[in-house]
């Protein structure tokens, strides 16, 4: 059942607020040289700015809302004593670390609220294109102040794709076994470094389709509500219920489709 309209209000708010303030943390006090340390291998980063924009984020929605649950992709999930009141908040206070280390295009800040394990709220700040994509359960999905709908679907052969690989060696090489095959099959193949951008890539027609495996909660949480309610079809690349082990979205008229192909690839099983 959706949660009342200004519970909504409430989260959306609270939500774009704490990512303005992580932006303007993260880019436009970006300082000249931070800490960068690994995390599961040599290529997974993690900075001293992650952390800091994580805690800047638990501390905008623990001012306004210090029952709830958030669960951070540095500082991992905080229950307050009590157990919490239903909301519960998935941060990925940089969305594309390596591309912030490398101060590449594409990182973002993805919030997004859930309430009774639903996904209701998302926001994904983009400050390196100037862009803040947000969406409400119910109420569509906008970037800055402009609806975002899903045109006619592509063409498989005409569609864009975006995607994304792990940090393990092995899995990557598996992933790249599969874009090889993919690749002639459709447009062309878009790697952008950060999965809430892909999503936001849907969303707003930039990619036909986003597939990956082996992201995390806070990845997909905001992105995901962000695409579905401007349209897309969200699930796993098998067709089933959404889940982060295993993407894929894309215009409901094409997700089948496409979802054969990647299962008949190993898309999913790499
Ligand atoms: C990133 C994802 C991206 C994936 C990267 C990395 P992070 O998240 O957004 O889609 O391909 O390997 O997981 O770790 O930068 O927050």
Request: net charge negative; aromatic share 4%; with cysteine.
């Amino acid at each position: 059942m959706t949660p009342p309209d200004d519970l909504l209000d409430e989260l959306a708010t609270l939500a774009h607020r704490a990512a303005a303030d992580a932006v303007r943390l993260i880019h436009d006090e970006r300082p000249a040289s931070f800490g960068v340390d690994n995390k599961s291998s040599s290529t997974d980063l993690v900075t001293e700015m992650d952390r800091a924009s994580e805690r800047t984020i638990r501390s905008v929605i623990g001012a306004v809302r210090p029952d709830d649950v958030v669960i951070g992709e540095e500082d991992g999930e905080v229950v307050p004593e009590g157990g919490g009141s239903g909301v519960r908040w998935w941060v990925d206070p940089i969305d594309g670390t390596t591309n912030y280390v490398y101060d590449h295009p594409g990182y973002n800040v993805s919030i997004a609220a859930e309430v009774e394990g639903e996904v209701v709220v998302g926001v994904v700040a983009d400050p390196t294109h100037g862009r803040t994509y947000s969406a409400v359960v119910g109420r569509g999905a906008v970037c800055d102040d402009r609806p975002l709908r899903l045109g006619p679907a592509a063409e498989l052969s005409q569609c864009l794709v975006a995607t994304g690989f792990g940090y393990d060696p092995g899995r990557r090489g598996r992933q790249g076994q599969v874009v090889a095959e993919l690749l002639p099959q459709v447009r062309d193949i878009r790697r952008m470094g950060a999965a809430a951008l892909d999503l936001c890539s849907v969303a707003s027609g930039r990619v036909d389709a986003y597939y990956e495996v082996g992201l995390s909660m806070w990845d997909l949480a905001a992105g995901a509500l962000i695409a579905t309610e401007a349209g897309a079809r969200a699930g796993t690349i098998d067709g089933g219920p959404l889940h982060p082990r295993a993407v894929l979205v894309a215009h409901p008229d094409r997700f089948d489709e496409l979802s054969r192909l990647l299962v008949g690839l190993g898309a999913s099983d790499v």
